[in-house]
């Protein structure tokens, strides 16, 4: 892969990040970044090299969900976004099933031309067409219209 397609990759994923994470915020959760940019920023290069010891923990560090969640009762849920411009059950299907290999609890966040999905990993791994709408009681249809909206003017139609 070249590394102007990397850069293409990269910067539509972090639209996607930024799309929901603003999004939820917006409806009062409390996002923090948990993915491995951002974890692996906060080792030491002693903690690193311990860390490289033990491959096991440097796979999940690497694989771990983009951001944990907090609702205002307090729940927390790890949150893997993904961006998808025609949405391909096939490929959310293998990604979901590496991540329930690590992160069994965790959330697939799907933003796609037709909006967004919010579903638990291990239903996606399991039957990947079941894929479910984000729910509005959790996220308000006008602020998923108006997010929308902004997410479709970065994301063009043969992407």
């Not at 994923?13 to 923090?32: D, H, L, N, P, W």
């Not at 951001?67 to 293998?94: G, M, Y």
Request: hydrophobic share 40%.
């Amino acid at each position: 892969m070249s590394n102007l397609v990397f850069t293409e990759k990269l910067i539509k994923g972090r639209i996607a990040e930024i799309i929901f994470e603003m999004m939820f915020r917006s409806e009062g959760y409390k996002v923090t970044h948990f993915g491995y940019e951002y974890i692996a920023s906060e080792f030491t290069r002693e903690e690193i090299r311990e860390v490289k010891e033990n491959q096991a923990v440097l796979e999940n560090i690497r694989h771990s969900p983009d951001f944990i969640i907090t609702d205002s009762a307090n729940r927390i849920n790890f949150v893997e976004v993904k961006l998808q411009s025609k949405l391909d059950f096939a490929l959310l299907q293998n990604m979901a099933q590496a991540t329930y290999e690590r992160w069994s609890d965790a959330w697939y966040f799907v933003a796609s031309r037709e909006g967004f999905y919010f579903s638990p990993c291990e239903q996606i791994a399991k039957t990947a067409d079941k894929l479910a709408l984000l729910d509005t009681d959790l996220i308000s249809q006008k602020t998923q219209d108006d997010y929308l909206e902004l997410l479709l003017r970065y994301l063009p139609k043969s992407a």
